[in-house]
């Protein structure tokens, strides 16, 4: 297959499995929503969860660096 | 543990204490408290693909803690091209404290990791990525207090990272659950993971294709997701 051809097929396959808003109003009202990133806004998660009040994304995103200087304070400190 | 490839690498008790650093690393760099605990030390960091995130997260670490991190890309390295990863792992070994590798193939790491004589940590591969999913435990620790217990559901695609989260949750504990189509699903050998953990798996509807439960420890067997995945007849 092709890249465009494939990609196509992806977003066709996954279309019922975005996050969006519709998603989240069966989900708990605490819930957070997580994505490691980078997003394609409107394909897997709508832009309104990713900038919704219970998007984590960007502290996710941030933990990259506490967690991973952790992990090599671990394996090397 | 010298090498971190997968989560599984990891004990419970190496999750929960690495989150608990990250915690108090967290803390003393929104207080500006300078941590020089990795003076003189060098992290090597193979890039086989560009990630934003990734090269920046390890190199302000590294810079944080008073180290140095040096970014090796394909075209500089040529590795298994011009050098054999075998070679690339003992002569780095030589120089740097550490090796992190964002690699297209697993087996990259993997025989990075067999040679090497200092630590390899998989900075993503097409199987795993357990330093994302250190930081998002991390991120659902500072939202939830608590990890075990907790439930999570993934959504879409059950790739390399979805592998890896699935390893997590169960190790700390938590309940997972994977809705993706047809196709989609997470590898074999990581869901399997269940029987050796005793964790219990129970196949749902069309759309959520897996739960792994670890509050229950009931061992089992020929459920039809698995029967269907392992084309074990009844």
Known sequence: MGDEEERDKRLSDLADYQINSKLLDVAKNDVIVMHCLPAHRGEEISAEVMDGTHSVVFDQAENRLHAQKALILKLIG | ?234
Request: include cysteine; charged fraction near 25%; proline fraction near 3%.
């Open chain 2, 1 to 234: 543990m010298k090498n971190v490839l997968s989560m599984t690498d990891l004990s419970k008790e190496d999750i929960l204490n690495i989150l608990e650093t990250g915690e108090d690393l967290k803390e003393k760099r929104i207080k500006g408290k300078v941590t020089d605990l990795l003076k003189n030390k060098s992290l090597a960091m193979i890039f086989e693909k560009s990630s934003t995130r990734t090269r920046v997260s390890f190199e302000v670490a590294m810079s944080d803690m008073g180290g140095h991190s040096l970014y090796l890309n394909q075209r500089d390295m040529q590795i298994g091209r011009g050098e054999t990863v075998a070679d690339t792992a003992k002569v780095l070994s030589r120089y740097v404290a550490a090796i992190t590798a964002r690699v297209n193939k697993h087996s990259t790491v993997e025989e990075l990791a067999e040679h090497a004589t200092v630590p390899v940590i998989n900075a993503l591969s097409d199987k795993e990525h357990p330093c994302q999913i250190l930081a998002d435990l991390l991120t659902i620790k500072e939202y939830k207090s608590t990890l075990e217990g907790r439930k999570l559901t993934w959504v879409g695609d059950g790739n390399n990272v979805c592998n890896s989260m699935i390893l997590g949750c169960v190790m700390v504990g938590m309940e997972i659950a994977v809705a993706c189509p047809d196709g989609y699903e997470p590898d074999d050998d990581i869901v399997s993971m269940h029987v050796k953990w005793g964790v219990r798996l129970r196949p749902s509807g069309t759309r959520l294709r897996l739960r792994l439960m670890p509050t229950f420890s009931i061992p089992m067997s020929g459920y039809p997701w698995e029967t269907k995945r392992k084309g074990i007849k009844d």
